[in-house]
């Protein structure tokens, strides 16, 4: 099997027949771990792209992107002039169909999984020794994380950016990311452990968790237009820098507002299907809710139909 079988190969489970594989035009793609593969390009460069999806194994439309994407490079339709690193985060939940076997993974990054070393816990250990490794040899570098939502978005498409100690949203990343589609940039205001999170402390990387759209099964994603971000990563890779035009809508810049902590496996957040993720983002009030257990949640602020008009949940965005 070609590595371009790059999502067949981590959903059987077994190990590719070939770990180098050199392309007519000079690219070379290497198999670097289970569901990570590295693309070389035919001439060295300086500039690194991570391109991650699957760390939800139910969040499968940017999984089939970069299934689709990584078989137009083999084709030769697609010529890197960058390295690229294509990581499929969690296969032993894309195989099971579900967001974690365990745990949820992108909660474990950032040292968060020496507390929990299960699968997803090493498995996330080993994603940031992988990235670290890859970013290493680079002058500078982008992540993007893909995702998809669990439930519907005011926002269809946006980026969530990851908090940083003096550090802000670049315009040019900004830019990159309207081009790309998204239809607004969330910026986080303090510290995480999303995959994002991890790679944004690696200096001269920035990165961000891109939700693309709602999460359905494999093969069900068509009615999802991820053709801007296709595009927009094509672009990247052969270092072209996407023309913005004048009608390109810049999506807004928001921070967010509240967080919603989980603190027991007991707690269950309740809300109405109509209720949408990003409903009343642009509430600037501060929230505090901690929860206990089903019966003893107590909040600060807001009554509870009040905060399903404000919150933000870890859970739901990324
Ligand atoms: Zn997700």
Same mark, same amino acid.
């Given at each position: 099997?070609?590595?371009?079988?790059?999502?067949? %190969?981590?959903?059987?489970?077994?190990?590719?027949? %070939?770990?180098?594989?050199?392309?007519?035009?000079?690219?070379?793609?290497?198999?670097?771990?289970?569901?990570?593969?590295?693309?070389?390009?035919?001439?060295?460069?300086?500039?690194?792209?991570?391109?991650?999806?699957?760390?939800?194994?139910?969040?499968?439309?940017?999984?089939?992107?970069?299934?689709? #994407?990584?078989?137009?490079?083999?084709?030769?339709?697609?010529?890197?002039?960058?390295?690229?690193?294509?990581?499929?985060?969690?296969?032993?939940?894309?195989?099971?169909?579900?967001?974690?076997?365990?745990?949820?993974?992108?909660?474990?990054?950032?040292?968060?999984?020496?507390?929990?070393?299960? $699968?997803?816990?090493?498995?996330?250990?080993? $994603?940031?020794?992988?990235?670290?490794?890859?970013?290493?040899?680079?002058?500078?570098? &982008?992540?993007? @994380? +893909?995702?998809?939502?669990?439930?519907?978005?005011?926002?269809?498409?946006?980026?969530?950016?990851? #908090?940083?100690?003096?550090?802000?949203?670049? @315009?040019?990343?900004? $830019?990159? $990311?309207?081009?790309?589609?998204?239809?607004?940039? &969330?910026?986080?205001?303090?510290?995480?452990?999303?995959?994002? /999170?991890?790679?944004?402390? %690696?200096?001269?990387?920035?990165?961000?968790?891109?939700? &693309?759209?709602?999460?359905?099964?494999?093969?069900?994603?068509?009615?999802?237009?991820? /053709?801007?971000?296709?595009?927009?990563?094509?672009? +990247?890779?052969?270092?072209?820098?996407?023309?913005?035009?004048?009608?390109?809508?810049?999506?807004?810049?928001?921070?967010?507002?509240?967080?919603?902590?989980?603190?027991?496996?007991?707690?269950?957040?309740?809300?109405? @299907?109509?209720?949408?993720?990003?409903?009343? #983002?642009?509430?600037?009030?501060?929230?505090?809710?901690?929860?206990?257990?089903?019966?003893?949640?107590?909040?600060?602020?807001?009554?509870?139909?009040? &905060?399903?008009?404000? #919150?933000?949940?870890?859970?739901?965005?990324?």
């Amino acid at each position: 099997m070609s590595l371009g079988e790059l999502l067949p %190969i981590t959903l059987s489970n077994e190990l590719p027949a %070939i770990t180098r594989q050199p392309l007519d035009n000079g690219v070379v793609l290497r198999w670097v771990a289970e569901g990570v593969l590295r693309v070389d390009p035919p001439l060295p460069g300086t500039w690194h792209l991570l391109l991650s999806a699957g760390v939800h194994g139910n969040e499968t439309a940017p999984v089939e992107l970069l299934d689709r #994407w990584l078989r137009r490079i083999v084709a030769g339709e697609i010529v890197p002039r960058h390295s690229l690193m294509l990581m499929l985060g969690n296969p032993a939940a894309l195989r099971a169909g579900t967001r974690y076997v365990e745990q949820d993974m992108n909660r474990l990054f950032n040292g968060a999984h020496l507390q929990s070393p299960g $699968l997803e816990g090493r498995r996330a250990a080993r $994603l940031e020794r992988l990235a670290s490794a890859f970013f290493e040899g680079a002058t500078a570098g &982008l992540h993007y @994380d +893909l995702h998809t939502a669990i439930r519907r978005s005011r926002f269809e498409k946006f980026a969530l950016y990851p #908090w940083q100690p003096d550090r802000s949203l670049p @315009d040019a990343e900004y $830019l990159r $990311l309207a081009v790309a589609g998204m239809q607004a940039v &969330l910026s986080h205001e303090r510290p995480g452990h999303t995959f994002s /999170a991890f790679t944004s402390q %690696i200096p001269d990387v920035e990165s961000f968790t891109l939700e &693309l759209g709602k999460a359905r099964p494999f093969g069900a994603n068509t009615g999802l237009d991820t /053709a801007a971000f296709e595009q927009a990563i094509t672009a +990247l890779s052969e270092a072209r820098e996407m023309a913005t035009h004048p009608d390109l809508a810049l999506p807004p810049r928001m921070r967010a507002a509240s967080s919603l902590i989980k603190l027991s496996d007991a707690f269950r957040f309740h809300l109405d @299907d109509e209720v949408e993720t990003s409903n009343h #983002w642009h509430r600037a009030r501060s929230l505090r809710w901690t929860a206990r257990g089903v019966g003893t949640s107590s909040t600060t602020g807001p009554t509870f139909s009040s &905060l399903t008009q404000t #919150w933000q949940s870890d859970s739901a965005l990324d």
